[in-house]
């Protein structure tokens, strides 16, 4: 074992500080040799130091972890435009909501209130598969928006895709990158398109609801608790939830007013919101109106096709009947044949 130090650590310190800050810029390493049954150890010194300016990374390095961006640090909300674009991205279902001076007590009262509507939600049952859907109802969160940040999100995701770019060369494709900028910079906004109609929406101070997937009954029981229309999204009892009523809860919910949605990229006002919130069955209450209604269409389809070709089929006979009649000298064919074997 290397022999131990006599001195102080303190005093060993200050002699290496010394040391290193004198002219001498030997640099000590320590190298272990062998020898037949004895082991020695020797300190070999470097005569010349490293220069520093050889360690210098180029001016224009880029680290591959941290792409340049259109923007410098400090004139940018880098990591909340990534939020709202990875939101926009991941999140089929969002509610907006304009609040008016929420204090932070009525905010805690309105999140405690939908917390407890989406715990009475039932449980997912198992489909036709086999397979039980995940339950969201701890995963739909109520979150204030910054409105000129989810404004450019809304647009980049609109306007900006990322495939059309890769034949460019020495392109950053990222949501920061100086393409993106350029592109919804002098992109022509359409008023019928998905951006068109939500930027009206995201004016002033904006709240969001979003959910994991489209799920109705989600939804109706979050109608029901910020904005309660009676009869078909009734605000809850002051019996079951008395919660609910409290003045804090109710003086936040008064301040709410919910001004659409944005379902599967598409834009929904209020009555398309409060449509999706009132499908009965959830989905797959949808998705049994649909066959229903496809079935019904073919059997339509099948006895209308199938009543014209009777139609016609009776035409000829009667055509045909006709015919012999005449041949027969106005005799059926039925009589003619009698006569014939009588």
Request: overall charge positive.
């Amino acid at each position: 074992m290397p022999p131990r130090l006599t001195c102080s650590a303190r005093s060993s310190i200050g002699r290496a500080l010394q040391r290193t800050t004198a002219s001498s810029t030997r640099i000590p390493v320590l190298v272990a040799q062998g020898t037949a049954g004895v082991t020695s150890r020797q300190y070999a010194t470097t005569g010349s130091p490293v220069p520093l300016a050889g360690l210098r990374l180029p001016d224009d390095y880029i680290p591959p972890t941290q792409p340049p961006s259109a923007r410098r640090p400090e004139q940018r909300k880098a990591q909340l435009l990534r939020a709202y674009t990875a939101m926009l991205r991941s999140t089929p279902l969002i509610l907006f909501f304009q609040h008016n001076n929420l204090t932070a007590v009525e905010w805690a009262a309105v999140r405690r209130e939908l917390r407890a509507a989406l715990a009475e939600v039932p449980p997912p049952v198992a489909g036709p598969d086999g397979v039980v859907p995940a339950d969201i109802s701890s995963s739909i969160e109520l979150q204030v928006l910054r409105t000129r940040m989810f404004s450019v999100a809304c647009k980049i995701v609109d306007y900006f895709k990322a495939e059309d770019q890769v034949h460019k060369s020495n392109a950053y494709t990222h949501d920061l990158s100086k393409t993106a900028y350029e592109t919804i910079k002098g992109a022509t906004v359409d008023e019928s398109s998905t951006y068109g109609q939500i930027s009206p929406l995201i004016i002033g101070p904006v709240a969001a609801v979003t959910f994991p997937s489209v799920s109705p009954a989600h939804l109706a029981a979050v109608l029901k608790v910020l904005a309660p229309s009676p009869p078909t999204f009734p605000a809850p009892t002051r019996r079951k939830s008395p919660g609910y009523h409290d003045p804090i809860a109710q003086s936040g919910f008064h301040k709410l007013i919910l001004v659409g949605g944005r379902i599967e990229n598409k834009a929904f006002d209020n009555d398309g919101v409060k449509w999706v919130g009132g499908i009965e069955g959830g989905l797959e209450g949808l998705r049994a109106q649909l066959v229903y209604l496809l079935q019904s269409a073919g059997l339509g389809l099948t006895a209308a096709l199938e009543g014209h070709s009777k139609g016609l089929w009776l035409a000829l006979e009667g055509r045909r009947t006709q015919l012999e009649e005449e041949a027969n000298g106005g005799k059926k064919e039925s009589d003619a044949a009698s006569e014939t074997s009588a």
